[in-house]
């Protein structure tokens, strides 16, 4: 058998790299892998020394490491200082390293069942009783399988790489934010960005905005992440008609009234063309849209574009069942708020439902909305990581001093700050802005 079917070289050379470059990671790796995982000899050797090194609290870097294995006479056995100093070298991202843990694990799997396999056929033509075989192979396989990536456990040591890694990457970040940012700098601040396996909740009545500030923050992270945005109220051609007419300042008004040259206005869409066909936003507005056709597009994106980073609701209460003979409003939207959470924890990325609020606040004198305000299921705001509630003041006062101004209140926010952002609403273009303090 070919050796390239037995190992990838690439991999464990990169994750002993990764390891020496990177000492907090070492420690991770060493909750994911076994010295047996590896399969030369030399390798072997050279994850024993790094790992006994981090456990010391020592450095295991390409000198320490070196030193070790001089001082036991094991340097040239891993092959020499070269090539030590090759593997840190070559090491351009640590990002990648459960990914490459995955891959070690995988060849590391074949060699042991391969070996099991012939010592078994060895054992039966020694006479062994074939009960007693079948026993140990499903014993081994077992055990095999029960590998340490496969079990729910994780130790705290992993956390706080992990956590480390969030904070150099905000650190080094423009944004300054730990997940994606969603364009506008007050809400990035209050929410530090729309995180990873975070299900996020953005809530209005009627006519408020809320699917235009969703369709704004979508087409503002799309321009270098992929997006999938399910449209339940709005067809796809009404869709980008409305951020065609944003990007040009055009509306059926001035269109209409004659308020600009059909060359004039050509020229705007065109430009607004080109802009909007840069976005990696992909919209599904089919009218059958539950968790089982939301996930499958998520798996579609995953391989056609290589990953899906937000998921966009428009909106949560629309959503069917994915049990037909479920006909209660309050447990679908129950099932689909849990099952949207799901999603998020499943695929490690950020999803925003809308929601549609009670009509029961326009009763009240202050029509400001409160949490006891969502719809339909009060399993929403404990599903939620976070929820948003979109405000104009304008759709019930007077006040010319409130005209044009919005309010997107955070009302629960699990791992920050509950506060106001001010925002401004450009109505003629249904557009957010940024609002001042």
Known sequence: MDLTELYNEDAEQSILGIMMVDNHKASSISYLLDVSDFFTEGNRLLFSSIIELVSKDKPADIVSVSEKLKFENHLEEVGGGDYINLLASNVTTTANYKQLCKIIIKYSKKRKLIYLIDKTKEQLEKGEDVDNAIEH??????LLMLNKTDNNLTSILTGVTEVMDEIDTVLSSETKTFGLSTGFKKIDNVLSGLCKSKLYILGARCRVGKSALAQ??????????NVLFHSLEMKSAQYTKRSVFRLTGLNNDILTNGGV???????????????LSKLNLFIDDSSECNLTSIEKNINNMIDKKGSCDLVVIDYLQLMGSNNKKVYDRFEIVSNNSRGMKRLANKYNIPILCLCQLSRQLEQRQDKRPILSDLRDSGDIEQDADVVMFLYRDELYSNNPMNRGTA????????????RMIPMLFNGSKTQFLEGSN
């Open 216 to 225: 704004q923050i979508a087409e503002n992270i799309s321009a270098n992440h």
């Open 137 to 142: 192979i499903k014993t081994q396989s077992e």
């Open 407 to 418: 309010e997107l209140i955070v009302a629960k926010n699990r791992e920050g700050t509950c």
């Open 261 to 275: 040259t059909a060359e004039d206005a050509m020229t705007r869409v065109a430009e607004a063309s080109e802009q």
